[in-house]
């Protein structure tokens, strides 16, 4: 079992950056694909990167060119480089290890 604990989140302005961070204990981190998502009010939680044990990411098309994934096995953290934020950002982030482990949250809120 992974525990995923997500940070950086907060508020800042529109075109701002934010870095979210996602530690995990337990498991073997570095096998695993791990995946950001966010859940708007309102609104289905949505993927919006991976990146698998090997490095290759993907990100949702609403992000593509303003967010990076990257990890860093040895301190068993996943990041996500958030830049050109805009307010339809905002939303509580989370990070995935996959069979239902997922980490309890940090919110990004982005005004204009």
């Known amino acids: 079992q992974v525990r995923l604990v997500e940070s950086g989140g907060g508020l800042v302005q529109a075109g701002g950056s934010l870095r979210l961070s996602c530690a995990a204990s337990?498991?073997?981190?570095?096998?695993?694909?791990i995946t950001w998502h966010r859940q708007a009010p309102g609104k289905q939680r949505e993927l919006v990167a991976a990146v698998t044990s090997g490095g290759s990411t993907n990100y949702a098309d609403s992000v593509k060119g303003r967010f990076t994934i990257s990890r860093d096995n040895a301190k068993n953290t996943v990041y996500l480089q958030m830049s050109s934020l805009k307010p339809e950002d905002t939303a509580v982030y989370y990070c995935?290890?996959?069979?239902?482990?997922w980490g309890q949250g940090t919110q990004v809120t982005v005004t204009s």
């Open positions: 995935y290890a996959g069979f239902g482990n």
């Open positions: 337990g498991g073997i981190f570095s096998t695993k694909t």
